[in-house]
């Protein structure tokens, strides 16, 4: 069985621009969560699809969004990037409809570094 | 919001079992505690998972006293590979809802010797 996969592995933009940033959830899975891990730090929720719609979001201003399509793989799009979105962003899949109740399977992100 | 405290480091040896507190004074009565790995440059992955009193697998134990305040992952005998961070989870998502939200614990550092 696939695990979470995301793309891509890294990405360096410059700031004010935008990034885009894509996971696919393991097979079956239709709930995806986001989180940013500042280096060194823990991690901090971001948003939660779940059946194409946001479901939850975390403490983020809204330049911060995403989507899930039909297929439930996700896009995160960070716009007017600015220095301190250097992160690893993390993508979790769980068949979870009320999550906490089953683990989150995390792939291993994208670190996105702003210039 | 369950705000949940761990140790920032732990150090021990080869073979020893090591013992990792998480303090959830907030917890809330639908929150699970889900406890993870996180290697450098790897995203974390599932250890274990508990509502209250004692879940065992094959690689560790969860014990949550009866208040659920706390929870303490156990590891047995541990190895140099299991060197990397573990970050305890509580908290459930509602849906359309900022009641509750997902925390992760800062994470604690274990480090181990042969």
């Known amino acids: 069985e696939a695990g979470v996969t995301q793309s891509p592995t890294h990405l360096i933009k410059t700031r004010g621009q935008q990034a885009t940033l894509r996971c696919s959830p393991i097979s079956g899975h239709t709930s995806v969560y986001w989180y940013q891990q500042a280096l060194g730090l823990g991690l901090q929720f971001l948003l939660w699809?779940?059946?194409?719609?946001?479901?939850n979001r975390g403490n983020f201003p809204p330049r911060f969004s995403g989507r899930q399509f039909p297929n439930y793989s996700s896009e995160l799009n960070v716009n007017a990037l600015e220095l301190e979105d250097s992160a690893l962003y993390l993508c979790?899949?769980?068949?979870?409809?009320?999550?906490?109740?089953?683990?989150?399977?995390f792939g291993d992100g994208t670190r996105l570094s702003i210039l | 919001l369950a705000k949940t405290t761990q140790p920032i480091s732990m150090d021990s040896y080869e073979g020893q079992e090591v013992n990792i507190t998480c303090s959830h004074n907030n917890i809330a009565t639908n929150d699970y505690i889900t406890w993870y790995q996180q290697f450098p440059s790897q995203g974390p992955r599932f250890i274990i998972q508990?509502?209250?009193t004692k879940v065992t697998n094959e690689v560790a134990s969860l014990f949550i006293p009866a208040d659920r305040k706390s929870s303490t992952l156990s590891l047995p005998r541990v190895s140099l590979s299991d060197t990397a961070v573990y970050y305890c989870l509580v908290g459930v998502l509602p849906r359309y809802s900022s009641a509750s939200k997902i925390i992760f614990g800062s994470g604690t550092r274990l480090s181990i010797r042969p």
């Open positions: 508990g509502y209250k």
């Open positions: 979790a899949s769980s068949t979870d409809k009320t999550p906490g109740d089953q683990p989150q399977h």
């Open positions: 699809y779940d059946e194409g719609e946001e479901r």
